[in-house]
């Protein structure tokens, strides 16, 4: 099979970084150290110039695979958070749905032997994967003490839909982690329906597959549903925790709320 130009650049920067004897960073979920992280199509220097602009905050694209495991970033800091926030013992026994479930996180989630463990996805990649739609679930009222969405509400086609079924299906006390990219610099969300093309969304939203751009009105919109914001910052809840050893966004906030 011949390789691409681009796929060899990227087996060579992989090799390099497992290869160097300078591993100062080290991936926190398969616990290699490594010499650096993979970047996303190119990293910030081939982003599109409004997210760079507006200095869009989510995935650190720069450092964003671990070049042994291929966790992401945004897994990786999700892991963290869990950890420092006290999380994993209330998983167990727990009720959990959990929407695109990333394969490392999927798999600690499953660990803390919750006593349901949905995992969903409009889409579903697996056999273990429900097909769900965010906008209309299949659960009854006040079903789960987890609902986990991580990075999905920017590909949701009505916000407030997505957030009034949330709500609905989470026990009163139940946590919702809704992590998704914003732009601080941004008073409103940003979505036009005339922005239908991948291109168009790529360079309006900062990828082809999303339909919005939050700004920071992002956290008063999911408080406004009722729920009681539990948002924390890296420097707050991982203040001893070196973002870039670890290859996460150090700007990238906990969005963590509760029923």
């Known amino acids: 099979m011949k390789l691409s130009a681009q796929k060899i650049i990227r087996l060579s920067k992989r090799y390099a970084m497992l290869a160097s004897p300078l591993k100062t960073k080290q991936c926190c979920l398969c616990g290699h150290k490594v010499a650096g992280f993979l970047a996303h199509a190119g ?53 959990i749905l959990h929407f ?28 273990d994967i429900q097909k769900v ?8 009222d006040d079903q789960f003490n987890f609902l986990i969405a991580n990075h ?21 006390g139940g946590w919702a982690i809704l992590q998704t990219p914003y732009c601080a610099t941004l008073q409103h969300t940003w979505e036009d329906a005339g922005i239908q093309s991948t291109t168009q969304r790529l360079a309006a939203y900062g990828q082809e597959d999303h339909v919005r751009l939050f700004g920071q009105d992002i956290f008063t919109r999911i408080e406004a549903i009722g729920f009681s914001s539990l948002v924390t910052t890296h420097n707050e809840l991982l203040p001893n925790t070196s973002s ?7 700007n990238e906030p906990f969005m963590l709320f509760r029923k």
Request: hydrophobic share 45%; net charge positive.
């Open 43 to 95: 990293g910030w220097k081939k982003a599109p110039q409004l997210m760079t602009a507006l200095k869009m905050v989510g995935s650190d694209i720069d450092h964003f695979a671990c070049p042994v495991c291929y966790s992401h970033d945004r897994e990786r800091h999700q892991w963290l958070y869990w950890q420092a926030a006290g999380l994993l013992p209330r998983m167990h026994g727990a009720h």
């Open 133 to 140: 739609d965010l906008l209309q679930m299949p659960f009854t």
């Open 244 to 250: 870039k050893k670890y290859g996460v966004n150090l």
């Open 100 to 127: 695109a479930p990333e394969q490392h996180l999927a798999q600690r989630v499953a660990a803390q032997q919750p006593a349901t463990y949905i995992k969903a996805d409009l889409y579903p990649n697996a056999a």
């Open 152 to 172: 999905v509400m920017e590909h949701v086609a009505n916000v407030s839909q997505a957030l009034a079924e949330i709500w609905r299906v989470l026990k009163p």
